[in-house]
């Protein structure tokens, strides 16, 4: 693995544990060269998975983009970082198990909706105003109407 700090090829582990629910293993690097110590995640990856945008164009899916996007929505809310590394790695799992290589960016949205609903409603309602680009704040009304059951007074 290359040094970050120095470029140098010929660092060192100095130690290596299980990562994410075992779903990835965590290891501490030393540079000899340097003296730098930085953090790696080795992780499984069944296929390399390409995003069909709405405007056609293809792009290679980024699990980076795609956590940076989840921790966004859900900033500030009262969810352990653990869990949300458990959402996101759940939702890579599913989308390389789907059988497919080519997924539209469409599924990935709603497939990271339905998994934040399940954790957090506000994190839920801000990536879905991103995601859906409300526009309004009748956007956000709606939005929100439509996830409160019906009312049971008479």
């Known amino acids: 693995m290359r040094c970050p700090f120095c470029g140098n090829v010929d660092t060192q582990v100095k130690d290596s544990r299980p990562a994410e629910d075992h779903v990835a293993i965590r290891r501490r690097r030393f540079c000899?060269?340097?003296?730098?110590?930085?953090?790696?995640?080795?992780?499984?990856?069944?296929?390399?998975?390409?995003?069909?945008?709405?405007?056609?164009?293809?792009?290679?899916?980024?699990?980076?983009?795609?956590?940076r996007?989840?921790?966004?929505?859900?900033?500030?809310?009262?969810?352990?970082?653990?869990?949300i590394d458990q959402m996101i790695s759940g939702i890579v799992r599913r989308l390389e198990s789907m059988g497919e290589t080519?997924?539209?960016?469409?599924?990935?949205?709603?497939?990271?909706?339905?998994?934040?609903?399940?954790?957090?409603?506000?994190?839920y309602v801000r990536f879905a105003s991103v995601y859906k680009n409300f526009q309004a704040a009748d956007d956000f009304e709606d939005f929100v109407h439509e996830l409160r059951p019906p009312s049971t007074d008479t």
């Open 32 to 67: 000899p060269s340097c003296g730098g110590r930085f953090t790696t995640y080795e992780r499984v990856q069944l296929r390399d998975l390409v995003v069909i945008k709405t405007s056609g164009k293809r792009e290679e899916f980024d699990r980076d983009k795609l956590e």
């Open 69 to 83: 996007s989840i921790r966004i929505s859900m900033q500030k809310r009262p969810v352990e970082p653990e869990r």
């Open 102 to 123: 080519d997924i539209k960016s469409t599924t990935i949205g709603e497939i990271v909706m339905e998994s934040l609903a399940r954790i957090d409603t506000v994190a």
